[in-house]
């Protein structure tokens, strides 16, 4: 018969520093360090998503997967649906069943591809383009929020880390991509 478990703090990121503390006790050759980094990268990024989706994608109408898609599309300009799955990193069948949704919806427009008439361009609407502008201002708002958690050197430094860790994982071979 299983005995009660020991107590586990509330709430998804404060569980972070119990998991580094009862792995290490379980396994004593795990890496805290590294365990740390991609469980409180990951955590975090979680919970940024999950607010972002929240206070911001969901009263627009949209998903995160919605909002990333078509920010790429405004960035990008038209690009080939695989192409959109790769710059917004999701799969070729989320990428088309979303263009599916936000064509209806009239934000993304299909078209053949005059090379190759089996490849399908996406691009977003005049009114595809209206909306996410309008939206990317409350988004940038709230990530303004979440960065202000940080003083300036701090949110530099943290900047500068990521960016050295998205430049590394283009380079290495042994990190699978989409």
């Given at each position: 018969m299983p005995t009660s478990p020991d107590p586990v703090p509330e709430g998804f990121l404060s569980f972070a520093e119990t998991a580094l503390d009862r792995t290490g006790e379980r396994l004593p050759g795990t890496d805290r360090s590294?365990?740390?980094?991609?469980?409180?990268?990951?955590?975090?990024?979680?919970?940024?998503?999950?607010?972002?989706?929240?206070?911001?994608?969901?009263?627009?109408?949209?998903?995160?997967?919605?909002?990333?898609?078509?920010?790429?599309?405004?960035?990008?300009?038209?690009?080939?649906?695989?192409?959109?799955?790769?710059?917004?990193?999701?799969?070729?069948?989320?990428?088309?069943?979303?263009?599916?949704?936000?064509?209806?919806?009239?934000l993304v427009e299909r078209a053949d591809d005059p090379r190759d008439r089996r490849t399908v361009v996406l691009g977003l609407t005049a009114s595809g383009a209206a909306r996410l502008q309008e939206t990317f201002g409350v988004h940038n708002?709230?990530?303004?929020?979440?960065a202000g958690l940080l003083t300036a050197d701090e949110l530099a430094t943290l900047n500068g880390l990521l960016a050295k860790l998205a430049a590394a994982a283009q380079e290495q071979d042994w990190i699978r991509r989409r």
């Open positions: 590294a365990m740390a980094m991609v469980l409180l990268l990951h955590r975090v990024a979680s919970a940024i998503v999950y607010d972002l989706e929240s206070t911001v994608h969901r009263p627009a109408g949209w998903s995160w997967s919605a909002f990333r898609l078509l920010f790429t599309l405004w960035v990008s300009g038209p690009q080939e649906a695989a192409r959109c799955a790769e710059l917004a990193g999701m799969s070729r069948a989320a990428v088309s069943s979303l263009a599916k949704t936000l064509e209806a919806a009239g708002k709230r990530e303004a929020d979440w």
